[in-house]
């Protein structure tokens, strides 16, 4: 069994930009993984509200988070 990493990603793809930015992600990788993403919170914060969804990241146990928004970064940090 394949030893995958765990990668949050907190990133809007709404916009081209974003499109493209997810795409070098996945393509990263394909060459440099395997990677598992999690991406189920595009407005992160939103509906459960800060503290559930920081919980539920937290709980997934990733090895890492892509974030481009600026938008609660102190808390994802000290996650």
Do not use: H
């Not at 394949?2 to 974003?18: G, H, T, W």
């Not at 070098?24 to 598992?36: D, K, T």
């Amino acid at each position: 069994m394949e030893n995958f990493k765990k990668v949050i990603l907190l990133v809007e793809n709404s916009l081209s930009f974003d499109g493209q930015f997810l795409q070098g992600i996945a393509e990263y990788s394909r060459q440099y993984g395997p990677w598992r993403f999690f991406r189920d919170l595009p407005i992160y914060i939103a509906s459960q509200g800060k503290k559930t969804s920081l919980n539920q990241l937290r709980q997934w146990g990733a090895n890492g988070i892509i974030v481009r928004e600026q938008k609660f970064i102190d808390d994802i940090i000290k996650m």
